[in-house]
């Protein structure tokens, strides 16, 4: 069974940069290519959890609001899917969390949850002004 730890989190302030990392943990460590997608989504407080960027075998995606500011990358050898996120904004300020897709059917889209199997627990992000 797959887990997903994330770390990174913190305070931060506009302008800022931080770097989000999600280690795979379980019983696939040494199949880490069985995770057939993975996203970073975001939820902020009093509203609902959104997609920010996804990576998979089509390459990777963004939402509109963090297009060119952040970064998704995998490193397989280390099992751990990163968000690099640059010239943060106050609205960035969310609780992130990773996600794993582990089998190919019900796929709804990179930003549907329904699409993936596995979440961490999330980190948070605080950014002020």
């Known amino acids: 069974q797959v887990q997903l730890v994330e770390s990174g989190g913190g305070s931060v302030q506009a302008g800022g940069s931080l770097r989000l990392a999600c280690l795979v943990t379980?019983?696939?460590?040494?199949?880490?290519?069985?995770?057939?997608?993975m996203a970073w989504f975001r939820r902020a407080p009093g509203k609902e959890r959104e997609g920010v960027a996804s990576?998979?075998?089509?390459?990777?995606t963004y939402g509109d609001s963090v297009k060119d500011r952040f970064t998704i990358s995998k490193d397989i050898a280390k099992n751990t899917l990163y968000l690099e996120m640059n010239n943060l904004k106050i609205e960035d300020a969310a609780t992130y969390y990773c996600?794993?897709?582990?089998?190919?059917?019900?796929?709804?889209?990179?930003?549907?949850?329904?699409?993936?199997?596995?979440w961490g627990q999330g980190t948070q992000v605080t950014v002020s002004s």
């Open positions: 990576i998979g075998d089509d390459g990777t």
């Open positions: 996600a794993a897709r582990t089998t190919v059917g019900g796929w709804y889209g990179w930003r549907s949850l329904n699409s993936y199997h596995t």
């Open positions: 379980g019983s696939w460590i040494n199949d880490y290519n069985r995770i057939y997608h």
